[in-house]
């Protein structure tokens, strides 16, 4: 078998059109495009040279790697539906894209003879031209349940000059909450924050401008100096006048967003002791937040 398998997308979405597009341009051959939406196919189709089919079936035996990249919860079904008509066997392969779900949801095409992995982009897919720009240089998280199949893998996310992660069985959930936890939460956050400039008198758009350049600055300290040196603010100086006035403020505005502050506090407080916080100021901050 070639190191560079041919591939086949079933699902043209965002996450399909970007991997898709990258690989094409890595030297990969897609050979088969399918997608619920044609429009969405023969988009990525015409980006990559590949021909549009008309069942998921068609596309797994188009290729030797199917990129199964439809969402979480039509993952196992696609998959059955591929292997009542005969779309998996001896030869095959076929990947899916969720962070969450493990290589369980792929049993039928196991069953079939063909191997079954998964290859989760730990990045952001907010739009397709976003993506490109952003991805390469990601951490991939990986299975694979055998030769050839995980050294493909391997050479695709070398393609895409991603590092790769290679997750054991049950590892999935934790893996996935960690990224959650990067990306979507931060962005939820930062509407946290926002809601309270907006409560000032902002408007969102004005809430955002005034915000971005310092979560910009948190995460390029992030990047720069990494953990915990990027920590600054009140807790990391043991500011505790200053905590406390702001707990006043928000638990008689935002008592919700008060209880946030607390717990993001307690998770805080660890890394600020990295950072040589006092044990007097972690206990007397420790006492107002817990």
Known sequence: MSDKPSLAIVGAGRVGQTLGVLLARAGYRVVAVHSRTRESAETLAGRVGAEVVGSPEAAAKAADLVLLTVPDDVIEPVCAEIARRGGWG?????VHTSGAHSLDSLES?????????????????????AAMETLPGSTFGLEADGEPLR?????????????????KPGDKAVYH??????????????????????????????????????TRGAVANLEKIGLPGALTGPLLRGDVGTIKRHLTALDAMAPE??????????HT????????????????IGRIVG
């Open 109 to 129: 095409a196991r069953e079939a003879g063909a191997h079954v992995g998964s290859l989760h982009p730990l990045q952001a897919f907010a739009t397709v031209e």
């Open 177 to 214: 909450a960690a990224a959650v936890i990067a990306s979507n939460y931060v962005v939820a956050l930062f509407a946290c924050a926002a809601g309270l400039l907006e409560a000032l008198g902002m408007d969102r758009d004005g809430a955002s401008a005034a915000l971005m350049p310092l």
């Open 90 to 94: 001896p030869g095959k392969a076929v």
């Open 257 to 266: 967003v008060a209880s946030l502050y607390r717990l993001l506090a307690r």
């Open 151 to 167: 050294g493909w893998l391997t050479g695709i996310v070398k393609a895409l000059d991603g590092r790769p992660l290679w997750l």
């Open 269 to 284: 407080l660890p890394l600020a002791v990295e950072r040589g916080l006092s044990t007097e100021k972690v206990a007397e």
